[in-house]
């Protein structure tokens, strides 16, 4: 056992879950089901509810008394430990600090109530890069991962003297919440550049002054159709055979793009696929050409837009338009970009928006008088570039001090270093440097 938990203190003992807590979670879900969910009742907690620094009791589904009473094993107290047995959330872990109101847990969730070990101390041991190794490993299931409680029971743990596990638990309480502010003073950083960045972005292209109907002298709104020379909308081969597919080596092959492919600040990312340049010469899919627009038409990120400078091709949730030589292609795929929210709002709706080709040839676009399109297109690029660069800083620092925090967290509950006497700003890689 000491094995998988490393190196420790001398004076540290070692147990296992089963030894200082109860283990508890759903045998099945008692024929639960979710029709059985009411507007108010008891908070019944899933998985999503417990992934944040805090645990969310508002954003819930409620169950009734008589389903919250009938497991009272399950009723939450403070101090328990709620773990993730299932699926790819498998090892999600949080501790109730705070219990607003009387509440319980779905069957994805085990509740671990401690008797012979700080609950914090648990909590920090089982988040830790060891454990979370160890249940990854142990667990069982091919479709479905899956964590049964005789697994959970055996989870091994280190066990130092009392004193020292609430030295530790305040320690990571104290250093896990500077690095949390920490890594949302950076995302907060970002957030604030990308509003400047719709902003001016709404503002150069017009956008603005279409919602406030107050354009400038000599712009008008006119009808997308207006501006635009053709618009067409992808499709799937309809042969998956190797006449239709390629490579993307290939010559004459060219991408064949899904929703997956539209990224933000109207760029595109990997195609889905490629089609062969024999089916390309045939015309066995729609052709877009280079410079056209890209707009995602159905679905979770309807409205997407991107640039292409490439000819390529996309799946029947694509729609590429072309614009007249009146509007500079890019100034047009801007002002689309940062009219997204629009064009959802005002789509027809099923479950979904459906931004079809009649909706896109009757929205409104904003026409600039004269010429300008393209300065405004430089200051955007150039804007864009840098929110991009900012955003890709921002990405890299959150994932260091994801990590950072991992290894201070495994360090401290394995004893790599004395939290005593040390401020933990020298941990890495789960060392004191």
Do not use: C
């Not at 671990?112 to 667990?139: N, T």
Request: hydrophobic share 40%.
């Amino acid at each position: 056992m000491s094995d998988e938990l490393g190196s420790m203190p001398a004076h540290w003992g070692t147990t296992r879950v089963d030894r200082v807590a109860t283990v508890n979670a759903r045998i099945g879900w008692k024929a639960l089901t979710a029709a059985e969910y009411q507007p108010e009742g008891y908070p019944f907690l899933a998985t999503p509810n417990i992934k944040g620094k805090e645990i969310d009791f508002g954003n819930v589904n409620y169950i009734s008394e008589f389903r919250y009473q009938e497991s009272p094993e399950l009723q939450l107290r403070e101090g328990d430990v709620l773990l993730t047995k299932d699926g790819f959330t498998l090892g999600t872990v949080n501790v109730v600090r705070e219990l607003p109101r009387p509440a319980t847990v779905n069957g994805s969730i085990a509740v671990l109530r401690s008797h012979g070990i700080d609950p914090r101390f648990l909590y920090y041991v089982i988040a830790s890069s060891a454990i979370q190794g160890h249940m990854w490993a142990a667990k069982n299931g091919m479709d479905v991962l899956h964590l049964f409680q005789r697994d959970i029971k055996k989870i091994p743990l280190p066990l130092p003297p009392d004193n020292e596990q609430r030295r530790i638990a305040d320690f990571l309480d104290a250093e896990t919440v500077r690095i949390d502010r920490l890594a949302a003073s950076r995302a907060a950083q970002v957030s604030v550049m990308r509003e400047r960045f719709t902003a001016l972005t709404r503002e150069q292209t017009g956008r603005m002054a279409i919602r406030s109907k107050s354009l400038p002298g000599g712009w008008q709104a006119v009808q997308l159709r207006r501006v635009i020379s053709s618009i067409k909308t992808g499709g799937t081969p309809p042969t998956a055979g190797p006449d239709a597919w390629g490579r993307a080596d290939e010559p004459g092959a060219i991408p064949w793009y899904g929703p997956s492919g539209i990224h933000d600040l109207l760029r595109v990312g990997d195609p889905a696929k490629h089609i062969g340049a024999r089916a390309v010469a045939e015309n066995i899919v729609p052709r877009f050409p280079s410079g056209s627009i890209l707009v995602v038409g159905i679905g979770a990120t309807a409205g997407k837009v991107a640039y292409i400078d490439h000819e390529a091709t996309g799946n029947q949730q694509i729609t590429a338009l072309v614009s007249e030589s009146s509007m500079v292609a890019r100034f047009l795929g801007w002002q689309l970009w940062a009219a997204t929210e629009e064009m959802r709002e005002l789509a027809p709706y099923t479950t979904l928006p459906i931004i079809n080709n009649d909706f896109l040839k009757s929205f409104p676009v904003a026409v600039p008088s004269s010429g300008g399109q393209e300065e405004v297109v430089r200051r955007l690029d150039r804007a864009a570039s840098q929110l991009n660069s900012l955003e890709h800083i921002a990405q890299k620092a959150a994932q260091l001090l994801q990590e950072r925090r991992q290894a201070l967290i495994t360090a401290a509950v394995t004893g790599q270093f004395d939290v005593s006497t040390a401020s933990g700003r020298n941990v890495t890689d789960g060392v004191t440097a």
